[in-house]
């Protein structure tokens, strides 16, 4: 797609995604950090509209996000279904499922129910918005609301709705796995466009659909999946970005020029390597501390000369998997530096668990010689694309280190790509890297950034918007009676979330025995 045109730009959106971009910070009511947010702020800051979201408990919200008119519509949920929906289906079951598995998926009948609970409550506040714009452009983001574009047609028949999935989407062998997969996949359905960051997240999709739905006479057709009633669903690749002018003008403030002599002290004499993540356990933290600890026991000289940081921002430590990690991580570094720090000398690895200013960021992307971007799979990744951007802004001859299992790999590929499964592989890939010359790695370096300037996340908000509104435009065109998508249980079709399993009245919500998978 090539952008929108200006009635598109001027379109509101009625943005849908789990939490509301908003938290009480030292200044007041400020915009939340993280991966979802920095991608939306451009829709925010040029369409008018409502963002639709969980307030996280908090309280005395603002009305409209702060410096703009975008509405707030917060969603309280109880304790019990924060517990079932949020800690339980979307992050214990569907996060790791939809990684591939790397951790085993819980499967818990209880966590369903209040999964689909919580979903017809976003999808009846994103109908009750879109009511209230009737010409808005509904957008649906995300793993922990995938019944939710489905709800939305059936309340509002021909509403252009997209949803984006932020995170992969594995092969049928393994999404199969989920007991209620038809209908994530039906709810999913609902939408005009359903959007993955790569051709093969997005393909996994529709062999999914063609797999487990072939009973409801859908059809994959190309890019498509065509539905009972002659309702075509368009797929998307559409990678996500960042905003790389703020990151350039991050990279040059007077005050990251500050920082980064702060740090170049701190470092002195030592060669950098970086890590920037989430602490999550797809982030491949454990691998890269051991492929460094490997990479210090080869080399004792580097013991002196190099540093490893790395910067973690807290995450879901209300999930015990999420504690053990971080217990995990904070072993090993204890454990390195007890066995690599010479007499005398700085220990050789550092580590931050906390969240950071995007330009307290730029500063150590600055600084870094290396980053490593290690995940063992990831939907996409945006630190990778800050790192090549502050870089370049500086003229910097850092070098990149990318998992090959993140979607980023695909659309930087003079980075060095590495497996972080193969830890000693790792270890010689850093290695390897260190050694590039300068201009080796200045080379890779700048295409890398010019593609992150040219695909920004200002470039893709616009041709989604765009491609949501094309292909409502195409489904406006059907006859009235095909348009509708009805389920089996309202008349014909597939069964859609809201009557699944059909006949069946609503069990309560409740661990039932016999139901629940084993913890490890
Ligand atoms: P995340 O898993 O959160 O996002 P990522 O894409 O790396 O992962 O985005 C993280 C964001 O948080 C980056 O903008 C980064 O700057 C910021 N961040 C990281 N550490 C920080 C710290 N210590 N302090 C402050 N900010 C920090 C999910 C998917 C990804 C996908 C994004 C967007 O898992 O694959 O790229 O959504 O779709």
Redesign the pocket.
Known sequence: MNGTSTEDQDRPVVAVANRLPVHHGDNGWELS????V??LRPVMATHPGAWVGWDGGTKGLPPTLPDSGVRLVPIGLSAAQVRNYYHGFANATLWPLLHNAIEKPRFERAWWYAYRDVNAIFGERAAAALDEQPDAIAWVH?YQLMLVPQLIRERRGGQPTGF?L???WPSPDIFARLPWREQILTGLLGADVVAF?TDEYRANFLRSCARLLRDDDIEVRGDSVVLADGRAVTTATAP?S?DAAEFTQHAIEPETDNDIRLLAEQFRDRTLLLG???L?Y??GIIERLLAVEMLLERNPGFRTSLSFLQ???P?RDDVREYRQLRSTVEQHVGRINGLYTEPGSDVPVHY?Y?????Q??AAYYALADALL?T?LI?????????YVTVQNARGGSGVLLLSEF???ADELPQAVHCNPFDVEGLSYRIEYALGLTADTRRAAIGPMAAHVRDHDVYRWVSDQLAEITKAAAAVSRLPADRAASPCRACGGGAPCPGHWPAAAGRPRARRAPGWRTPRR
């Open positions: 950090p993280g991966g979802l920095t991608a995300d984006f932020h995170v992969p960051h996500i960042i920037v993540d989430r999550d797809t982030k910067i973690a921002v995450s931050l906390r969240g950071l200013s995007q307290q960021l971007v995940p990831d939907g996409m990744n945006l630190v990778c694309k800050e993140t979607g980023a």
